[in-house]
Structure formats: C-alpha cells, structure tokens
C-alpha cells in the first residue's frame, strides 16, 4: 500500500539523452510536488502542482518539464541530461496547497548522469 | 523566498544520550515542520509547530519555537540506534504563497 510512488528507483544514463521519472500517489491529495537534492542533502522543490495545474517552478533550466495527466500522476521529464542534473529526485504530496499540511515523499530517484 | 538553516550539520552520539538540532530561518512564518531521512529513503513528516505555538511534544521528540529569534530545536531524548538518519525543517511563510523551502539537514548518528 505504497502511498506515493516512483519509478524507476534507480537511473544511470548518458549525457544528452532524454528520461522520464514517473510519479504516482494513492493518498487522494490535490497538490503534487518534484524535489531535487543534490549530493551535499541540500532539498529544493522544483516545481508544484494542484489538481493538475502548475502553482511553483522554482528557476528550473526549461530541461524539465513536468507533466500532471491528473492529480494522482506528477511525472518529471528531463531533456538533453547534463552532469550536473546527477541528484537524487524526491516527489511529494500533501492534501491540500498551502503551508499547513504534511507533505508525503517518494523513496527517490537516483539519477547519474555519464 | 526564505531559507531554513540546521545546526550542527552533523552530530554524532551515544545511545542513550540526549541529542539536540537547531533550525534558523530568516523571515516570519506561519509554521515550521520536522522531517526525518533515513539513508536511501524519502522524508518522512515528525512534527508541526506553529507560528503561535513555543513548545509541542511527540513521544521521545520535543519541539521549541522562538519566533523572536528565529529559530527551532529538535530535541530526541533518550536517543537510539535506530534515530540514525538526517533531520530537516521546513518553513511556510506567512502570508505568501507556499514555496517549502528546507535545509540542508542535520546528519545524526547514534552509535549503539
């Protein structure tokens, strides 16, 4: 009964290629969010979503783009890879936008970049 | 938009012993939040304080809040092995929009 979910767990790839990660949340909740933390654990949200409609891109390289097929699904695709997108991406959700509510994390992503 | 900062950025004890982490930020909040990651593993959610609230208590976790320094612990008694993981905060400011912004973590390490 995994409450939010990704896949894959694991990504190694090449420079310049293209790759999806996708996201998925069985909570019900209406606000979907991508996180990238990079190898010093330094978090920073990308981008938000709720109920399907675009509320946070937080000075992403337009490399990224998120997808939102509807409010359980948040996938995160990503252009032409570069070594410094090499990071570990944490999707997320909470019932509601707003400061009030838990936010639920994924397992991660482990994305490198060769 | 504003930023959480924990302190130390690493702590390393014995079992048993108390251990306590600090989060600053920079601008007024309506609330702050504690998350803990075990290694390999999302955030899980421990505990929300709010902007009119000093002190809450959760099982072996206790919370304070100064709002007029800025700043929140953690404080884990009676830690265990087990408590091994980074812990961040995050805040929600007030009255703007949420963008949750985290630190960098505290790394404990609790050796049995």
């Known amino acids: 009964d995994t409450a939010v979910s990704q896949t894959p767990k694991y990504l190694v790839t090449q420079m310049g290629n293209d790759k999806s990660i996708k996201c998925e949340q069985n909570?019900?909740?209406?606000?979907m969010y991508w996180y990238k933390q990079d190898s010093k654990k330094f978090l920073k949200i990308m981008f938000s979503?709720?109920?399907?409609?675009?509320?946070i891109n937080e000075t992403v390289p337009n490399r990224f783009s998120p997808k939102s097929p509807d409010k359980a699904h948040l996938n995160l695709h990503i252009n032409s890879l570069e070594l410094g997108d090499s990071a570990v991406y944490f999707c997320?959700?909470?019932?509601?936008?707003?400061?009030?509510?838990?936010?639920?994390f994924g397992p991660g992503t482990r994305l490198t970049v060769l | 938009s504003q930023q959480g900062e924990e302190d130390p950025q690493a702590l390393s004890i014995q079992e048993g012993e108390n251990a306590t982490m600090n989060c600053s930020y920079k601008?007024?909040?309506?609330?702050l939040q504690w998350y803990r990651q075990n290694s390999g593993r999302g955030l899980v959610h421990l505990i929300l304080?709010?902007?009119?609230?000093r002190e809450k208590h959760s099982g072996r976790l206790r919370v304070t809040l100064d709002t007029s320094k800025k700043s929140s612990s953690l404080l884990i008694t009676a830690s265990r092995a087990a408590d091994t993981a980074s812990y961040f905060c995050?805040?929600?400011?007030?009255?703007?929009?949420?963008?949750?912004?985290f630190g960098r973590g505290t790394s404990l390490i609790v050796h049995p």
């Open positions: 997320a959700s909470s019932p509601r936008r707003g400061g009030t509510d838990t936010q639920y």
């Open positions: 909570l019900g909740h209406d606000t």
């Open positions: 979503y709720n109920n399907k409609e675009l509320i």
């Open positions: 601008t007024s909040i309506n609330n």
């Open positions: 304080i709010r902007s009119n609230e």
């Open positions: 995050a805040t929600a400011i007030s009255g703007g929009s949420y963008i949750p912004t």
